[in-house]
């Protein structure tokens, strides 16, 4: 059993608050380990969620019917794949999709790289 015990200083407000989470875990008994490993685990996720939203508008969508939401979820995802291993330049995830969407032989080429597509 892990428990993180975290302050957080709200920059609007001014005050801090304290906030408790508890994990369950295999590892071995090593304070540092197990806060890097937890942390690396929410960096990861907060990256994946903040680019599907932003680029991607996941929030914003209106699909409830049935597996809708679900179903395109992992079709973002997929998507968000396929541009982050084929970018070639700097431009964002949402310059890379309306470029794949404008230009064909982009959109080839991304799927090439992503090994979806023998062309």
Excluded: C, P
């Amino acid at each position: 059993m892990v428990k993180i015990e975290s302050r957080i200083k709200d920059v609007k407000v001014g005050g801090i608050h304290k906030e408790t989470r508890y994990y369950l875990s295999s590892l071995e008994a090593d304070a540092q380990y197990i806060n890097h490993s937890i942390r690396t685990h929410w960096s990861v996720e907060n990256q994946l969620h903040w680019t599907l939203d932003v680029a991607f508008g996941d929030d914003a969508s209106r699909k409830r019917k049935d597996n809708a939401a679900q179903n395109f979820s992992l079709l973002n995802r997929l998507g968000l794949n396929i541009i982050k291993y084929a970018k070639v330049s700097s431009m964002g995830v949402k310059g890379h999709r309306k470029k794949a969407g404008w230009d064909n032989d982009y959109l080839i080429y991304a799927l090439k790289s992503f090994d979806i597509v023998k062309i």
